[in-house]
C-alpha cells in the first residue's frame, strides 16, 4: 500500500495577548493532499483544536466572588481599577494586579484537544514581563530640621543632606547617615527602611505542577517551560499537554504572614520588608518619588542614599502566548 508522500497537515494556530486586549484567538486549517497510483489511502486524522480562552488577569477582583479568599482583620480584599472614576479618565478598567490578588481557578485555560493519527508539536511561543523591585536598601526619608541631643540620643536614624551642607556645587552628594549631634544640623529621618537581598517578584506565577517564590523571576521560568516544544505520537490524545498557568500576589509574601497592616487594631506590629516593598511598588505606580535607595555602599556608616531610580521598579506586568500545534515527520 502506497503512502501519502506529499500530505501536508496544517496547524491551528492563534494568538493570545493578555493585559492589553481580549484574548483573540481562531484556528487555521489547510490540507494539500496528493495521492497516486491504484491503492486506496484516506488522510490521517487531524482534527486537533487549540484554544486560549479566557483572561488571566481584570480589572478588577472583588473579595472571595472575585476569586479572592484574603481575609485581613475582618475585611475581604476588594481592588478595583473603576473604583471613583469617571469612566473618561485614562487607567479606568485597566486590567491590575495588587497584593491580596490572584488569578481565578480556570479563568485562563490554555487546551489542545484530539486524538490525530501523526506525530506532531504542541509549539508555544510565550514572553512577557513581571513586577519588580531590585535588591537593595530602600527609605522614605522625612525631614526632621534641627533637633536637640536628648532627641539625637533617642535612637532613630538620622540622615542628613550632604550635598547642601557640605558642598552645594557637588551633583548627586545624597543623604548621609549622621554620626554625632551637631546643634547646627537639620535632620532627615529615615523610616520604612526595606531591605531586600535579591530581586524580589511578588507576583508568583506557577504551571501546574510547579512551585515558585518571590525571589526570583517565576515569570521568566514558567516562560521558559511554556517555551519547551510537547511532541505527541500518532493516537495521542492531547488533553493533557498543556499545562495551566496561575498567578497569585500574596497580601503578605512573608511566611507566616507579619500581620504589618494591622496596626490600626493596635496590635502594634510592624510590617516586614516584602510588605514595604509592595507599598513602594505601589507609589511608584502611583507616581509618588518619596523612596530613596542605596546599594549597600556607605561612607558614614548609612548610605549615601540617593532618589530611587526608574530602572529599580517594574509596575507593568504582560504575558503573550502564542500557540502552534503542527505536523512533524
Ligand atoms: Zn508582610
Known sequence: MKKNKAMRMASALLVATLLTTSVISGVFAKYTTKAEGN???????????????????????????????VDTSGKTISVSSKMGRDSSDAGYGENLVAPGTKSKDGAFTCTVTGTPEVAGVIDIKAKGKNISLAKGTYARMTFVGKITKDEYDAGGEYYYDYKRDNDPNKEKAGY?????????????QAEEICTLDTDYYPVVFNLSSTSNTVSSDSLAAIIGQLNTAASFAPGDTLDTKVPQISWEWKFCNSSPACGGYSTETGSGASACVYCIADTILGDVMAGHDPYI?????????????????????????????????????
Open 293 to 329: 535607595y542605596t546599594s549597600g555602599t556607605n561612607t558614614d556608616g548609612g548610605g549615601p542614599y540617593y532618589p530611587m531610580a526608574s530602572n529599580k521598579s517594574i509596575t507593568n506586568l504582560s504575558l503573550d502566548i502564542n500557540m502552534a500545534v503542527r505536523q512533524v515527520d
Open 39 to 69: 491503492d486506496t489511502a484516506r488522510v490521517a486524522k487531524w482534527g486537533v483544536v487549540a484554544k486560549l480562552e479566557g483572561s488571566l488577569f481584570g480589572p478588577e477582583y472583588a473579595d472571595a466572588a472575585g476569586g479572592n479568599t
Open 176 to 188: 548621609r547617615k549622621a554620626t554625632s549631634w551637631e546643634a547646627s544640623k537639620e535632620y532627615y
